[in-house]
Nanobody, 119 residues
Framework: QVQLVESGGGLVQAGGSLRLACAAS????????MGWYRQAPGKQRELVAI???????NYADSVKGRFTISRDNAKNTVYLQMNSLKPEDTAVYYC?????????????WGQGTQVTVSS
């Protein structure tokens, strides 16, 4: 059984910072990517940032220069450092892990953590 446990969400004022963490446990074979998505009320879930096993990163345009994704492969943990937060960053943030099992991709999701940025 694979579990993704997220932590670090909360309430912060605009301009502040938060750091999210997501630890993956259980049998995950060959993690390809780890990443963060978010979903605001009434909106579709969107990619925030993603990092490959080799360390390559990709960010949504709206967070470039403010958010930094990193990972600890030994701990199967991915982090999202969020600086200069804006009210429009308010959303539920979901951790995502893509692994490979029997040569097929397998997608895992965390339960979500609320981030609220007040103006």
């Amino acid at each position: 059984q694979v579990q993704l446990v997220e932590s670090g969400g909360g309430l912060v004022q605009a301009g502040g910072s938060l750091r999210l963490a997501c630890a993956a446990s259980g049998k995950i074979f060959s993690i390809i990517t780890m990443g963060w998505y978010r979903q605001a009320p009434g909106k579709q879930r969107e990619l925030v940032a993603i990092i490959s096993s080799g360390g390559s990163t990709n960010y949504a345009d709206s967070v470039k220069g403010r958010f930094t994704i990193s990972r600890d492969n030994a701990k199967n943990t991915v982090y999202l450092q969020m600086n200069s937060l804006k009210p429009e960053d308010t959303a539920v943030y979901y951790c995502n892990v893509v692994g490979v099992d029997a040569a097929r991709p397998v997608y895992y999701w965390g339960q979500g953590t609320q981030v609220t940025v007040s103006s």
